[in-house]
């Protein structure tokens, strides 16, 4: 992954922050006005998701956030863990698409990001394996993509994202392909691996029940340019889980957030 256009964090005054974007927007060379400007701060350790309607430019923030592409204006800050090696490590990205290699093994896919930073070999293959341990696949590292399911493919994608232990995961709607009932699984293990690994996660997602149940916060996106919208804290005390989802507390706040994103749907009743 390249190197992010972002400072480090004694110079950007990151303090408790992992991600801080000022003003930042984007324009594509085609002329559309993707984001922005956009204003977003991001705790340590915090769980946020991007919610909007498509086309709002959250995929957009995203890669500007992973360096991967460049605002047009802005500055874009990415804290960074003092004494790490490879900087461009600070981030874990997972997309849409599982994007897994077809013609080799789980282990060989999870095995990549190490492999393209050079990570002896014998290191590389007990961090992969290690990895897909936390996402419950390690029984599966000699399988090959065809042979796993959708939820477990992003499962091999998930681990492939945490092999480089990033302080920072950015998910893009990860699992919006999935049936109901994985996704639920998948939403509960991403709950407890956040829990265990301590990670900040920004989440997009285009579902305000998924955005309700993972978050600590949701900020709600404009229509494009996506700015921000509003945001909605879900400091509720209640554990996540099956008795959360169906709580009336849970549905609360889901009728909160439609609220909050109405205003991007114009025409739609409130
Ligand atoms: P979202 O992820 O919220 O659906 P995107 O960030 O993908 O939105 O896109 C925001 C807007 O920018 C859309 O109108 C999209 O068509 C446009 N867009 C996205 N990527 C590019 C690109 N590489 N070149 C030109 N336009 C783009
Ligand atoms: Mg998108």
Known sequence: MTEPASLSESETGLAGLAVSLRGVTKVY?????????????????????????????????????????????????????AGRVRAGHAIGFVFQEPTLMPWTTVRENVRLPLKLARAPTAEAKARADEALTQVGLAEFKGAFPRELSGGMKMRVSLARALVTDPDILLMDEPFAALDEITRFRLNNDLLALWRNLRKTVIFVTHSVFESVYLSQRVIVMTARPGRFGAEIRIDTTAPRGEEFRTSVEYAGYCRKVSQALAPSYPGQAH
């Open 29 to 81: 060379d085609s002329g559309v006005a993707a984001l922005g400007p956009l204003d977003l701060d991001v705790r340590q350790g915090e769980f946020v998701s991007l919610l909007g309607p498509s086309g709002c430019g959250k995929s957009t923030a995203l890669r500007l956030i992973a360096g991967l592409n460049a605002p047009s204006s802005g500055t874009v800050g990415v804290a960074r863990r």
